[in-house]
Protein backbone atom coordinates (compact mmCIF):
# COMPACT_ATOMS: atom_id res chain seq x y z
CA UNK A 1 0.00 0.00 0.00
CA UNK A 2 1.86 2.96 -1.11
CA UNK A 3 0.56 5.92 1.08
CA UNK A 4 1.19 9.75 -0.88
CA UNK A 5 1.35 12.68 1.52
CA UNK A 6 1.29 16.19 0.04
CA UNK A 7 0.92 20.09 0.92
CA UNK A 8 3.46 20.99 3.27
CA UNK A 9 5.65 23.77 2.88
CA UNK A 10 7.01 27.36 4.29
CA UNK A 11 4.00 29.41 6.59
CA UNK A 12 4.31 32.28 8.73
CA UNK A 13 3.16 31.97 12.45
CA UNK A 14 -0.35 32.31 13.17
CA UNK A 15 -1.07 30.87 9.29
CA UNK A 16 -2.70 27.78 7.49
CA UNK A 17 -1.82 25.02 5.98
CA UNK A 18 -3.56 21.97 4.39
CA UNK A 19 -2.01 18.46 3.91
CA UNK A 20 -3.51 15.83 2.14
CA UNK A 21 -3.29 12.06 2.46
CA UNK A 22 -4.01 9.45 0.20
CA UNK A 23 -3.88 5.55 -0.02
CA UNK A 24 -5.17 4.64 -3.82
CA UNK A 25 -4.15 1.08 -3.14
CA UNK A 26 -5.63 0.24 -0.03
CA UNK A 27 -8.95 -1.94 -0.19
CA UNK A 28 -10.83 -2.61 3.17
CA UNK A 29 -14.29 -0.95 5.29
CA UNK A 30 -11.85 -1.30 8.90
CA UNK A 31 -9.09 0.70 9.11
CA UNK A 32 -7.51 3.59 10.94
CA UNK A 33 -5.85 6.43 9.18
CA UNK A 34 -4.17 9.40 10.42
CA UNK A 35 -1.28 12.00 10.78
CA UNK A 36 1.59 12.09 12.72
CA UNK A 37 4.47 14.42 13.26
CA UNK A 38 8.17 14.04 13.99
CA UNK A 39 10.14 17.03 15.28
CA UNK A 40 13.97 16.72 15.34
CA UNK A 41 15.04 15.44 18.19
CA UNK A 42 11.40 14.02 19.84
CA UNK A 43 9.44 11.23 19.47
CA UNK A 44 6.52 10.83 16.82
CA UNK A 45 3.44 12.18 17.94
CA UNK A 46 -0.02 11.67 16.80
CA UNK A 47 -1.98 14.58 15.40
CA UNK A 48 -5.38 12.96 14.33
CA UNK A 49 -6.67 9.51 13.64
CA UNK A 50 -10.38 8.74 12.31
CA UNK A 51 -11.61 4.67 11.94
CA UNK A 52 -13.25 4.44 8.30
CA UNK A 53 -16.47 2.59 9.34
CA UNK A 54 -17.78 4.77 11.93
CA UNK A 55 -15.64 7.85 11.21
CA UNK A 56 -14.65 8.03 14.83
CA UNK A 57 -11.93 10.70 15.54
CA UNK A 58 -8.88 11.46 18.09
CA UNK A 59 -6.71 14.39 17.76
CA UNK A 60 -3.58 14.75 19.56
CA UNK A 61 -3.37 17.66 22.58
CA UNK A 62 -1.30 19.95 20.01
CA UNK A 63 -4.02 19.51 17.71
CA UNK A 64 -6.69 20.50 19.27
CA UNK A 65 -8.85 23.39 18.81
CA UNK A 66 -6.66 24.48 15.79
CA UNK A 67 -6.61 21.93 13.33
CA UNK A 68 -9.53 19.77 11.35
CA UNK A 69 -10.04 16.79 8.88
CA UNK A 70 -11.63 16.17 6.22
CA UNK A 71 -12.59 13.14 3.72
CA UNK A 72 -14.74 15.04 1.53
CA UNK A 73 -11.80 13.37 -1.36
CA UNK A 74 -13.05 9.64 -1.00
CA UNK A 75 -12.68 6.84 2.03
CA UNK A 76 -8.99 6.31 1.47
CA UNK A 77 -8.22 9.79 2.03
CA UNK A 78 -7.41 11.92 5.11
CA UNK A 79 -7.25 15.86 5.02
CA UNK A 80 -5.39 17.90 7.51
CA UNK A 81 -6.36 21.56 7.69
CA UNK A 82 -4.03 23.39 10.23
CA UNK A 83 -5.20 26.55 11.70
CA UNK A 84 -3.38 29.42 13.85
CA UNK A 85 0.13 27.57 13.20
CA UNK A 86 3.23 28.06 15.56
CA UNK A 87 6.63 26.91 15.64
CA UNK A 88 6.16 24.41 17.45
CA UNK A 89 3.94 22.76 14.76
CA UNK A 90 7.30 22.51 12.94
CA UNK A 91 7.73 18.50 11.92
CA UNK A 92 7.70 16.39 8.98
CA UNK A 93 4.53 14.92 9.20
CA UNK A 94 3.40 11.41 8.11
CA UNK A 95 0.56 9.61 7.14
CA UNK A 96 -0.08 6.84 8.12
CA UNK A 97 -2.74 3.78 8.27
CA UNK A 98 -3.81 0.56 10.17
CA UNK A 99 -5.95 -2.37 8.78
CA UNK A 100 -8.18 -2.29 11.80
CA UNK A 101 -10.14 -0.34 13.86
CA UNK A 102 -9.84 -0.42 17.79
CA UNK A 103 -11.62 1.56 20.13
CA UNK A 104 -11.19 2.93 23.36
CA UNK A 105 -12.92 5.09 25.81
CA UNK A 106 -10.85 8.32 24.61
CA UNK A 107 -11.64 7.04 20.67
CA UNK A 108 -9.47 5.12 18.42
CA UNK A 109 -6.27 3.33 19.39
CA UNK A 110 -3.35 4.31 16.74
CA UNK A 111 -0.80 4.38 18.37
CA UNK A 112 2.90 4.42 15.87
CA UNK A 113 4.33 1.80 16.61
CA UNK A 114 0.76 0.14 15.58
CA UNK A 115 0.26 1.78 12.17
CA UNK A 116 1.14 -0.67 9.23
CA UNK A 117 2.02 1.70 5.96
CA UNK A 118 3.28 4.86 6.25
CA UNK A 119 3.86 7.60 3.59
CA UNK A 120 6.79 9.79 3.12
CA UNK A 121 6.74 12.82 4.91
CA UNK A 122 6.03 16.05 4.26
CA UNK A 123 8.22 18.71 5.75
CA UNK A 124 5.91 22.06 7.57
CA UNK A 125 8.30 24.89 8.76
CA UNK A 126 6.32 27.45 10.74
CA UNK A 127 8.82 30.78 10.66
CA UNK A 128 8.64 34.61 10.60
Known amino acids: VQLQASGGGLVQPGGSLRLSCAAP????????IGWFRQAPGKEREGVVCITNSNGKTKFGDSAKGRFTVSRDKGPNTLDLQMNNLNPEDTAVYYC??????????????????????WGKGTQVTVSS
Open 96 to 117: ALRGMEVATALGPACPAGGMDY
Open 25 to 32: GFTGTFYT
